[in-house]
């Protein structure tokens, strides 16, 4: 039996069955639109597969909660880009950023401690995750309480310029 039609079969026998599993839109496992919820009914993810766990487009998924957990997209290389947002189960942000079209984070980048308060803040260079060179301007980390416990400065080249503290 296709796909399809087994989906359609449950939504009459099996509901929360087919909740589970997830509903494949286009009829064709990994392939297309995709939604599947928890068991408690709440969504858990929505998205478009191009092969199995690739992704394109837009991208959504949920806590069990109902908070949204990550909204981003991906190129059609399974690749991320534009604006990536990822939520703690509360509701607080957790991290702000955005990747360019190769998938390297590029630009302004933030990360939130659970209680809301900004753990860092720094601007990434976008040419992945070579640790030496990936970081441009500056480079700041806070802990859980606001106190800043770490700053840097780096040339435009990613080169470490100065230790602030």
């Known amino acids: 039996m296709n796909v399809m039609k087994q ?26 639109e995709y939604k599947v919820c928890y068991s408690n ?20 998924q949920w806590h069990a909660n109902g908070q949204l957990n990550i909204h981003s997209h991906y190129n059609d290389k399974n690749k991320l880009k534009d604006e990536y947002k990822k939520w ?21 980048y933030k990360k939130w401690y ?17 640790e030496d060179k990936r970081y441009k ?11 800043l416990i770490e700053y840097k400065i780096y040339n435009k080249d990613g080169s470490l310029k100065e230790i602030i503290i």
């Open 114 to 130: 659970r209680n809301g308060q900004l753990w860092i803040h720094c601007f990434y260079r976008g040419i992945g995750d070579n």
């Open 41 to 60: 009914g709440q969504l858990y993810r929505h998205c478009f597969y191009i092969g199995i766990n690739k992704f394109r487009d837009e991208f959504k």
């Open 7 to 32: 989906q359609i079969k449950d939504v009459f026998t099996d509901l929360d069955k087919l909740k589970e599993d997830g509903i494949w839109f286009d009829g064709i496992e990994w392939k297309g």
């Open 88 to 108: 703690w189960d509360n509701g607080q942000l957790r991290i702000h950023c955005n990747y360019n079209d190769q998938g390297h984070i590029e630009g302004d």
């Open 137 to 147: 301007d500056e480079y700041k980390e806070w802990d859980d309480s606001g106190k």
